[in-house]
């Protein structure tokens, strides 16, 4: 594994975010900046393989939210709201004296990517969403992990949950899910929690939120992984944008993000290239 050196910058009173910085542009050149931010429970070690393709063309930074692994714990009494976790993805860049980025979310990452879109478009220059629930959790499955106890999967050790997170990513790839498993542990619980219940909370009506976001937007997902969304409900939350785009990968049954990760960096790639005039070809 890659040594890193972590990075951290103060956001506000109450949090210091830690985040890592990969950069192999040439150092005459002034890059892009892309944010991998990865959803709740996951390290950003997760974008590893992302990284040869994105960081000899862009500054690649890859922060922790609130509450996780090198990110100061909340404060006693924190009120866990998805308007202040966006204000901290805004904090964070106001602190780093990055004006516009091109933002990629993972999973929850990506629900809050809508959320930064619709409230700051000015600094996004795209948005990218790999596996991604949607701006509402409301009325979803995984929304509701926010309301339970404690001996639901999602918070205590279950072996049905590791094993069905096996099958999702394939035989070959059963290393990765065990490793994701086992790190998923390492995230203090209270901010497990926390994140779930921020999204479970938050109801927005998608025909009236969705078209007032125009940034450029690319969404990802495996045809056959609809745990956490559909082809169909993928496409219908495109069509509701003004410019977005849909890509599935036929066959893929586990987060296409993880199990295919070159050709996702890829496909972020092509779509930058292709909202400044190119081609795409690279």
């Known amino acids: 594994m890659a040594v890193e050196h972590v990075k951290k910058v103060r956001v506000d009173d109450t949090l210091e ?25 996951k390290p950003r070690q997760l974008f590893y393989a992302w990284i040869p393709t994105l960081a000899r063309q862009f500054r690649v930074i890859r922060p922790h939210l609130r ?23 805004k904090n964070f860049l106001d602190a780093l004296g990055v004006d516009k980025v091109h933002f990629v979310g993972e999973s929850l990452g990506g629900f809050l990517g809508y959320h930064l879109a619709y409230r700051h478009p000015e600094r996004l220059k795209t948005l990218t969403l790999a596996t991604s629930p949607g701006p509402s959790f409301k009325y979803h499955s995984l929304g509701q992990m926010g309301s339970v106890e404690v001996h639901h999967p999602v918070w205590g050790a279950d ?14 790839n059963r290393a990765l899910a065990e490793w994701v498993d086992s790190e998923a542990w390492k995230c203090p619980v209270e901010a497990t929690k ?5 999204a479970a909370n938050c109801e927005v009506n998608v025909e009236e939120f969705l078209p007032r976001i125009n940034v450029p937007t690319l969404s990802m997902i495996g045809a056959e992984h609809t745990r956490i969304i559909t082809m169909q409900e993928a496409q219908r939350l495109c069509n509701l944008m003004p410019r977005a785009k849909l890509v599935i990968f ?4 586990a987060q296409c993000q993880f199990v295919m990760p070159e050709r996702c960096a890829q496909e972020v790639v092509r779509f930058i290239k292709e909202q400044d005039g190119d081609d795409g070809d690279h």
Do not use: N, Q
């Open 194 to 198: 926390g994140y779930f219940k921020a």
């Open 17 to 41: 975010m830690g985040y890592y910085i990969d950069d192999c542009t040439d150092p005459w050149k002034t890059p892009d900046t892309i944010v991998l931010l990865t959803g709740c429970r």
């Open 250 to 253: 036929p066959g893929v049954r």
């Open 67 to 89: 509450g996780h692994w090198d990110s100061t714990p909340a404060p006693e009494g924190y009120e866990w709201t998805v308007e202040g976790l966006v204000r901290d993805l």
């Open 159 to 172: 072996e049905k949950w590791k094993a069905r997170l096996i099958w999702e990513y394939g035989p070959e």
